[in-house]
């Protein structure tokens, strides 16, 4: 098939850009033609992928690349108005071309601002991109349930979010993975702002609740952090060093690695590459593993306030405590061929 990604495949990478590259990285690998528009306000580090700048050179971008394309699939987080308006000219420009549109909304905030959308503009874009698009996925069912306040329709489906890491990745001998092989559990955080609320809560995890034995702490380092991010922690955590693991925040290989042998995921909201509310929010995922295919069952964004570190690493530590939730079922195949089969308007 020829297909046109749009969405966030720039760095700082974490779920819903990693997803996005590797559901491109899959579908090349199945035998598929792909293009990629890239709409995060941050240059992608691929040259495959297609940079784009404001508004008028997306639509100039999506003209010339969506020709000739049988699916345009568009993936957001689905709470920006800019957002929104992209999705719905890739649903157009879909319609024109006699392309399929399928869109995938990535959880994050949609639950809350989803209903905070004003009746005139916001929800009248949601309306008119849900009547419109061929089929609309849904990476987790809380964000379908507050979909369907749109008036739920036949096109919607659930599609789990997922990572897909092949064996090379998985089974590959580079030096983060030999370091995180024996660790028992893995904390991984990914694009931290602030240098200080990491700390503070690897001090509580240090002192008040002992961590699992051989617990390995990745920490994907922010863009423009310098030494000083990495040294802070380090002092923090000196008990630790020998199973501190920092990356690059363009080091694409080394998260899919990382991210492949870790029990849960922390970073602060985001939504098309863009941080939201770092300084008082995050969010912390369970991750579990079926294959070469990487899950996100269950988590939670907890809004701090006041002395919040050591609720936190409370948090953090039950949730590593917990027996790893299964993986998404799919009646045949993996999430990629769900996706397949919804690019070719099979019935679920």
Known sequence: MRILLIGNFAPPFEEENLQNISLYN???????ECSVINISGNPSSDRRFIDTDGSIDY??????????????????????RVGLLKLMLSIFVAKVY????????????????????????GTQTL????????????ADKDTL????????????????????????IINEESDISVRLKD??????????????????????????????PATGIVIS???????????ETEEIASSLKGNLVFIKPDDVESTFTALSRADMIVRPLSCDGQMFFESFTLSARTISRSGSFIYFPAGTVLVKEGSAAGLCAKIFNTMLSAEPAPPAGFKTGGPCEEIIRIYQGEKG
């Not at 899959?26 to 598929?32: I, R, T, Y």
């Not at 639509?59 to 920006?80: A, D, N, P, Q």
């Open 183 to 212: 660790k028992n559990k893995v904390i991984m955080f990914a694009n931290p702002v602030h240098a200080s609320f990491v700390s503070e809560i690897l001090r509580e995890l240090l002192t008040g609740l002992p961590l699992p």
């Open 98 to 121: 006699g392309a399929r549109s399928i869109i995938t909304f990535h959880s994050e905030l949609f639950s809350i601002l989803g209903q905070m959308r004003s009746p005139f503009g």
């Open 26 to 32: 899959k579908l090349l690998e199945d035998g598929h």
């Open 145 to 168: 349930d507050v979909a369907a306040m749109y008036k739920k329709r036949p096109n919607f489906e659930l599609v789990p979010s997922f990572v897909y890491a092949p064996d090379k």
């Open 221 to 231: 380092l922010p863009e423009g952090s310098g030494s000083s991010f990495r040294r």
């Open 127 to 138: 309306f008119t991109s849900f009547f419109l698009a061929d089929r609309i996925m849904f």
């Open 59 to 80: 639509f100039s971008r999506l003209i010339t690349h969506g020709r000739k394309k049988e699916v345009i699939h568009f993936s957001t987080k689905g709470y920006l």
